[in-house]
């Protein structure tokens, strides 16, 4: 059953996060759907502009029709993630999302305003949420590259500013997390103090939290002994990390570096153990399978057992 992205936050915060999983091939969006009718909680299938060159957006729109009438039980929101002006005016235009991030967090603040609303203008005419972002994160997702020099915490004022300027549904920022595998090192975390003041200036204004996988270190070393060069001096976030976070008012948690690892790791071990093997079909089920138990465990985790 698909659900407004408005309703799916608002019903979320400060009680839940609500997962927020990328995909580019069936097997991602039957893994997650499944996994979320597991758990029995709403989910959002989020779609990068690298996943609609891959697939083409025809043919991901098909796949995930097809499987939301395979799960009917399943709640799900579709949105477009780190889209530009472009891909937010084609997705708005299409009539299958039911929100678009316009990222525009690399542009000067004022820049940043502008191109925001006018995507917030063409959206809202639809009925469609819109999600920002600012502040940087660093790391690698897709073809977006940001270093560590470059990234940013958000601002608490300006973001009450900006939401109040642009009219934004969600905003994501940044407060220490990045793309990618390799987040967290030494004692590095999330910097809940700048969390828990923008939460104090936007009381009821649902956040987002890009980079927010676990990168579990028994998956990079099942990695690794199937033939992988992972690093191993970096981490992701711990379970009771989010769920901080999560109190503090961040109601969309992004994930996509577990799902990837995962891939890689059945993948690899597939291929080491049965090397006379070459039928996509048999990992690919696998993958599934595990991908399902994935999602159904991290939705439980981001439960918040109280509202305090």
Sequence with gaps: MRMPMREVLASAYRRSGVGAFNVFTAEQVHGV????TKAGVPVILQITPAARRYMTPEVLQGTIEGAERVYPDARVSIHLDHGDAIHCADAIA??????????????????????????????????????????????????????????????PAQAVEFVSRTGCDSLAIAIGTSHGAYKFRGD??????????????????????HG??????????????????????????????????????????NIATDMRLLWTRICREFFRDTPDQFDPVVPGKRYMEALEQLVARKCRELIVEDNA
């Design 33 to 36: 759907l499944a996994g979320g």
């Design 94 to 155: 299409s009539g299958f999302y039911d929100s678009v991030m316009i990222d525009a967090s690399h542009e000067p603040f004022e820049k940043n305003i502008a191109v925001t609303k006018e995507i917030v203008g063409r959206a809202h005419e639809r009925g469609i949420a819109v999600e920002a972002e600012l502040g940087v994160l660093s790391g690698v997702e897709d073809d977006m590259v940001a270093g560590e020099d470059q990234a940013r915490y958000t601002d």
């Design 188 to 209: 590095m975390s999330l910097n809940l103090d700048v969390l828990a003041k923008i939460h104090a200036l936007l009381p009821g204004f649902p956040l987002v939290l």
């Design 212 to 253: 927010a996988s676990a990168v579990p270190a028994r998956e990079i070393e099942r990695i690794n002994l199937g033939g992988g060069k992972l690093r191993t001096d970096s981490r992701g976030i711990a379970v009771e990390e989010l769920r901080q976070a999560i109190r503090l008012g961040v109601a969309k948690v």
